[in-house]
């Protein structure tokens, strides 16, 4: 049986993923700032089900939600992290950033996943399972837009260490190491960048357009995908 911990599970892709996998004869840990009534409820109901609320906008919180996962190391076969949460804001130019949220921002985007894959890798070592890491990235991971600095920088720094943690050790985890990009969906981070200001953000009707001719794919479609090609489930 698979474990599996998803980061990000309130909207979106994350959302969708943790309802396709529930199905599934896996175990699901998740770390998410909040969580949806009937997530909860399904925690209550389910034994291979742990919910841990922690806010990945601060390295205290990540920190104590990576402490929380409640797993018996030594009964683990294959463990999968999937890293989805995160953030597209701050939309601003350089020079008009606020610190706190280019903190924020670092810390969902980069921080996050570097602080819980290297909890997972010396778990991996010391007990001996297999790791499997998708990283869900971006475009923005290797093209630089306007008003966008934070997202972009970020996106491709995670996007680095991850393929820095494949040459690291080549033979573990040269296919077990996925950076997805999943594309443009129709997600809470879309309406997001919908609302920006044209002024920083110059793209700001190509979004709109995709989002008014219906060209933005459905998170339940690049769950099924990323499901089925990479988790064989």
């Not at 969708?16 to 896996?26: E, G, K, M, P």
Request: charged residues 20%; proline residues 3%.
């Amino acid at each position: 049986m698979k474990t599996i911990l998803i980061t990000g599970i309130s909207s979106g892709l994350g959302r969708a993923i943790f309802d396709r996998l529930c199905s599934q004869n896996v175990n699901l840990i998740c770390i998410s700032r909040r969580y949806l009534p009937y997530q909860l409820e399904l925690e209550q109901k389910r034994t291979n089900i742990q919910l841990i609320e922690g806010d990945l906008s601060e390295q205290e919180s990540i920190e104590s939600s990576i402490l929380h996962i409640n797993e018996d190391w030594n009964a683990i076969k294959n463990f999968v992290f999937i890293n989805n949460a995160g953030t597209v804001e701050p939309i601003d130019c350089i020079g008009d950033l606020q610190a706190c949220t280019i903190t924020e921002s670092i810390n969902i985007n980069y921080l996050a996943p570097v602080l819980i894959t290297n909890y997972l890798v010396n778990k991996s070592k010391v007990h001996g399972f297999k790791l499997q890491i998708i990283n869900i990235s971006s475009g923005a991971a290797n093209h630089p837009i306007a008003g966008w600095a934070i997202y972009c920088s970020t996106k491709a720094a995670a996007k680095m260490f991850f393929d820095v943690l494949c040459k690291q050790d080549e033979i573990v985890y040269s296919n077990c190491i996925i950076n997805f990009d999943p594309g443009v969906m129709d997600t809470k981070m879309q309406a997001e960048i919908r609302k920006a200001n044209n002024d920083v953000f110059p793209r700001l009707e190509e979004f709109i357009e995709l989002y008014d001719t219906g060209k933005l794919s459905s998170p339940e479609v690049i769950a099924e995908i990323i499901i089925k090609e990479y988790l064989s489930l």
